[in-house]
Structure formats: C-alpha cells, structure tokens
C-alpha cells in the first residue's frame, strides 16, 4: 500500500484551513491511502480547532511562531515519519487548488520529476495585486539565473515531492522555504517540473510577507545556500521510481479530469 501525505503549514488560518482540507482529493486507488497532516506554527485562533473537524489525520503545533521555512521543514519530517511515498505541501490560506493535487503530483508517480510546483503563471491567477506579480517575477527570475533554467513560479505554495526529494531537501532558515528548496533539490540534482494551476487571492486573514523584512531575510539565505557545497545524488531508473504505483494512475487521471476550476491561496 503506497501512501500520499498532503501536509498544511498554517499560521492563524482559522477562517481559510477547513476550505482547503475538506477539498483534499482522499481517493487516489485502491492502492494507495491519504492523509492530511498540519503543522501549526504557533496559532493563536482556532486553526487547530478547525483542521481537526474538518478531517486533518495528523497535527504538529509549534509552541510559538517559528516561521513558514520551519513549517514546512517539519511537514517533510512528518511525511517520512508517517511512511509516504510522496508528499504535497499545500499552504492553508485557500489561495492554492486542492482539488488539483493528482494534477501536481502526477509527473512525480509517472517517473519524470521528483519535486513538483503548482505553477500560477503557467495556469490561471485571480486577483494578485501588481506589487506582488512583481515581487514574484523578480525572485523567480533571480532563481533562474543562479540555476540556469527557465522557471516560471519560484514562490509557488503548492509542491509535490518523492520520498527522496523529502529526505534530502534542507531548509536553511525558519523565515521561508520558497527559494532555499528549490535552489537546494536542483542543484542537489532533483529533476522539477512545473504544472498548470488556478490560484485565486485569499478572501480571510493576510500574508506574513512584508517586504523589507521579506528581502533582509531572503536574500542573505540564497546567497547563504548557494556558497555550500551540495553532494550530487544518483538519478533513480524510473521504473523503479514508480513501482507499484501503476494501479493509482487510472484514478490519478480520473480525478485530475474531474477537477473543478477552483481558485485557492497560499500561507504567507
């Protein structure tokens, strides 16, 4: 029995978190099991609350805030400690498609990548104020240029990974992950591939980012991670990569064909 783990970091979501976990597809083949993991990252409301009632399996609180890179170093762990074969990370703030996560994590099961992005500006984005589009461009592209490929959402908050992808990514700093993760699984060796979403701006709560603290924090950990040294893996045969995961591509395709147009967000 293979095992997806789709895990939320979450920060005081309580009125977004409920939304995005009822839509969490939780058939994916009847070889394989879903679960839903949280980690809350020092709520003060009533996320953990929420989550639990709207049918998160698993919870990790924080006893304070530690930041979104922390949270989501966490939510790799938690997915090794439960036994995934693949892990989604999706934020909680009902701006990022769940129903769309077969979609995302489908290059993954069918043996071409091992780290996957929903991407915004290959699919379709709602309501995304021009400074954010601009802050976006300027950090995928900065992304691009120290790897060397085209990349079209470095920020994206919804993410596939294989089992070792999760067991070899570092997460330099607490503040954020987007950049850092991305820069470390490539370089690292890790084939990516972005994949169409629809992305639609929170309706509740509001971002953590603000931008001078966003740059002073971001911008020293890439320099950070690109100065150390990465030890190459081996790519894995794709056949061996996808063993016995055949039996869940039928209802992988079902479910990605299926999939409403819905517009959800990002944490952070």
Known sequence: ??????????????????????RIPREMGRDWTVEVLVVDDGS??????????????HVTSFPANRG?????????????????????????DNEYPAAEIPNVIAPILEGRADYTMGSRFKGTIRGMRLHRR???VCFTLLQAILLRRVIWDGQSG???????AMTRAEIIHDYNYA??????LVRQGFVMEEVPITYQVRVHGQSFIKFRKYL?????????EMRRPIAKRERQNAAEAVA?????????????????????????
């Open 216 to 224: 002073g924090h971001v911008l020293p950990a890439i320099w950070r």
């Open 158 to 164: 919804m993410r596939g990974f294989s089992r070792e």
């Open 134 to 136: 601009l802050g976006n």
């Open 179 to 184: 950049q850092v993760l991305t820069l470390n």
């Open 1 to 22: 029995m293979k095992k997806l783990v789709v895990f939320l970091p979450a920060h005081n979501e309580e009125g977004n978190i409920g939304h995005v976990i009822a």
């Open 244 to 268: 016995g995961t055949r039996a869940a591509e039928p209802a992988l395709r079902r479910a990605a064909s299926t999939a409403p147009a819905e517009k959800e967000r990002r944490y952070g």
């Open 44 to 57: 003060t409301d009533r996320t953990v609350e929420e989550a639990r009632r709207a049918g998160a399996n």
């Open 68 to 92: 979104l890179g922390a949270a989501v170093r966490e939510g790799l762990a938690g997915c090794l400690r439960l036994g995934a074969d693949v892990g989604l990370m999706i934020d909680a």
